[in-house]
């Protein structure tokens, strides 16, 4: 069982910067993806980035303003949003399942979600 927990949203101007949190603990082998996903108002949840032990990976529309990264002494992976565009607003979620590899298209079916964090960008 793993379980993870996001924080690092809040309000922030267009062209700003915002660190996201995914604190995981628990233990489901030794090779496990995360992923940050975002689901904005009116559409449907969206892949974002995800890190595995052998891959990173950046949906198209966050490639070159998102950054993730992982402290594997803290079991926090990171998501580091810059450029952040109205768009960008909405509801981020970590997640994971077990496995040794991640690319966005083949982000799906992960078995263990944080609650979310709250992401606006607005003026």
């Known amino acids: 069982q793993l379980q993870l927990v996001e924080s690092g949203g809040g309000l922030v101007q267009p062209g700003g910067s915002l660190r996201l949190s995914c604190a995981v603990s628990?233990?489901?082998?030794?090779?496990?993806?995360i992923g940050w996903f975002r689901q904005a108002p009116g559409k449907e949840r969206e892949g974002l980035s995800c890190?595995?032990?052998?891959?990173?990976d950046y949906a198209d529309s966050v490639k070159g303003r998102f950054t993730i990264s992982r402290d594997t002494v803290k079991n926090t992976v990171y998501l580091q949003m810059n450029s952040l565009k109205p768009e960008d607003t909405g509801v981020y979620y970590c997640?994971?399942?077990?496995?040794?590899?991640?690319?966005?298209?083949?982000?799906?079916?992960?078995?263990?979600w944080g609650k979310g964090t709250l992401v606006s960008v607005s003026t």
């Open positions: 628990g233990y489901i082998g030794d090779y496990v993806v």
């Open positions: 997640a994971a399942v077990a496995g040794p590899a991640c690319t966005i298209p083949t982000l799906r079916d992960l078995d263990y």
């Open positions: 890190i595995a032990n052998d891959s990173i």
